[in-house]
């Protein structure tokens, strides 16, 4: 069985550590900041090194295809993203990057026989960190965003997304994109972004899906009055509303399935003043299972709770929410095959982070491979996977490549 190279992929961790190193041990990588168009041209550079053109399409994703030896077949493309939130780290959505650059690279340079053409890919802003949404190029391409209303997003300065995309020199002809009669297959390898692969001494994560979720707003309304003036018994506190609401739903949610995990990360406090009492609290309630009877439940908990907490009026409303995505079945049972091959130990899981993927399932068959993060730290500077965890995913990666490519 062929193997990737550990020293190769060392040095691609360490060079693009260097494109937007914030200086304590990450990265601030924007898309299409000056940054992210560093990591591009590195990319570019190492796939004209092993001879291997890169094109983009109109969203500036970025193709980089190795053809193969019988004309005509479709594509297998490798692909994640390389940008990154505000002080994120060296391996999420990069990883899956150095990975796609790895095995084109290990195909090239050992000439592996190969029918179909391998695509090496990155995604535009799958973050979403400087211009909203998240997973805006995927999107796109797979018809899950409009396109005119994404180019017209706009970063915090002002500035929009069509004018990054302008200015960057990487925005290419539509007729580049991703499409169900170019290509047969995605992959994707990805940090796990959790703890489980680490707790469980499993090498691979063999990824299934990616969790269905509700996104709950719930709204307390009380009466502002003065912090000084206003005896306890007298008062209708939102905020005090508010923490027993959510007191309330905890205790609930805990008797769900214990699988089920769930969040409340946003909390908007009015006036947010010292000296008055709040008269308007409103927070985010994130819930994620794979179950969606469970996710059913967890709406229905929201339902019945009650209407007014602390004398204040309680209310709530579905933000957002997605279905649980299924990962293509037969190539999960490829890369099984694969990591099994190479005698790693594994473990079949679900993805509680959004990732590029579960917009191509619905386009390609899709699916994704986890290597452990260590402590699961994620979306911050901590981020870390070794170089020994990373060379087994990507020969995982390599080998269920080889084996869609016998298909
Ligand atoms: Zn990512």
């Known amino acids: 069985m062929y193997t990737c190279n550990k020293d190769r992929i060392q040095n691609k961790i360490e060079t693009f550590a260097t494109f937007g190193d914030a200086g304590n041990g990450g990265i601030t990588r924007f898309s299409l900041s000056d940054e992210a168009l560093q990591a591009r041209a590195e990319f570019v550079k190492r796939m004209k090194a092993v001879g291997v053109e890169t094109v ?8 980089a295809t190795l053809p193969g030896t019988e004309p005509g077949l479709p594509r297998i493309v490798m692909a994640s993203h390389c940008d990154s939130v505000r002080n994120g780290g060296n ?13 084109v690279e290990t195909i090239a340079i050992e000439k592996i026989p190969h029918r179909h053409p391998i695509t090496a890919m990155i995604w535009t802003n799958e973050e979403g960190s400087l211009y909203p949404p998240a997973m805006m190029s995927s999107g796109v391409v797979c018809g899950k965003f409009l396109k005119d209303k994404i180019l017209a997003s706009k970063s915090p300065e002002g500035k929009t997304f069509g004018e990054a995309l302008e200015q ?14 170019d290509y047969m297959a995605m992959l994707e390898l990805h940090i796990e972004q959790g703890p489980v692969l680490e707790a469980e001494k499993k090498e691979i994560g063999v990824v299934v899906g990616v969790l269905g979720m509700v996104n709950y707003r719930i709204r307390t309304y009380g009466q502002s009055d ?23 739903l905890h205790t609930e949610l805990d008797k769900l399935d214990s699988n089920l995990v769930y969040t409340t990360g946003n909390i908007i406090c009015h006036p947010n ?31 019945n709770m009650p209407k007014e907490f ?8 579905e ?13 999960v049972g490829l890369v099984q095959k694969s990591a099994d091959a190479f005698g790693y130990t594994s473990k079949k899981m679900y993805s509680g982070a959004g990732h590029d993927a579960q917009y191509v399932a619905d386009m390609i068959p899709t699916t994704m491979i986890f290597v452990p993060s260590k402590d699961g730290h994620s979306h911050c500077e901590l981020e870390f996977t070794s170089v020994e965890e990373c060379w087994r995913g990507i020969n995982v990666l390599l080998q269920t490549v080889l084996e869609v490519d016998k298909k």
């Open 310 to 317: 602390d004398k204040c009026e309680v209310k709530y409303q």
């Open 273 to 303: 003043i010292h000296t008055v009492i709040p008269d308007h609290v409103d927070f985010s309630l994130d819930a994620r299972h794979q179950n969606p009877e469970v996710i059913k439940q967890v709406v229905e908990v929201i339902k």
């Open 91 to 103: 391996y999420d959505g990069i990883l899956g990057v150095i990975s796609a650059m790895e095995v």
């Open 56 to 63: 983009t399409d109109d969203m500036a994703n970025m193709y």
């Open 226 to 248: 003065h912090a000084g003036t206003t005896p306890m018994a007298y008062r209708r506190d939102a905020l005090l509303a508010a923490a027993s609401a959510l007191k309330y």
């Open 319 to 331: 933000a957002w929410a997605r279905k649980t995505v299924n990962f293509n079945e037969e190539l």
């Open 168 to 181: 960057s020199g990487y925005a290419g002809d539509e007729a580049n994109r991703l499409n169900p009669n």
